[in-house]
């Protein structure tokens, strides 16, 4: 399975943003999005589960964010609202065949290359 995110760009705080996953194949069980800010480690910021239903997000950035996917097109989003600047990093996919959401990057066996989201103040 190969993912490839896009939809990144240079937004103003408080502007909106949705990030794309697709995947190459059927898409994976569990689907997560991570980011890396410069200097520091890579960190979960949103997971789901198959069918949808289970979500989980890093807490700043809960009522802010949403993660979806549908199914049918191997896809899954990131819809992103009321940016900060604290949000700028690389965004990344990720999806690991087992079922469950893990806030750990050593669970996910699939990643997309990143797409950078930078939010000016």
């Known amino acids: 399975v190969q993912l490839q995110a896009s939809g990144g760009g240079l937004v103003q705080a408080g502007d909106s943003l949705r990030l794309s996953c697709a995947a190459s194949?059927?898409?994976?069980?569990?689907m997560g999005w991570f980011r890396q800010a410069p200097g520091k480690e890579r960190e979960f910021v949103a997971g789901i589960n198959l069918s949808g239903v289970r979500k989980d997000y890093l807490d700043s950035v809960k009522g802010r964010f949403t993660i979806s996917r549908v199914n049918a097109a191997n896809t899954v989003y990131l819809q992103m609202n009321s940016l900060k600047a604290e949000d700028t990093a690389v965004y990344y996919c990720a999806g690991k065949p087992q079922p469950g959401i893990s806030t750990s990057t050593s669970s996910y066996y699939y990643w997309g290359q990143g797409t950078q989201v930078t939010v000016s103040s």
């Open positions: 194949g059927r898409t994976p069980s569990t």
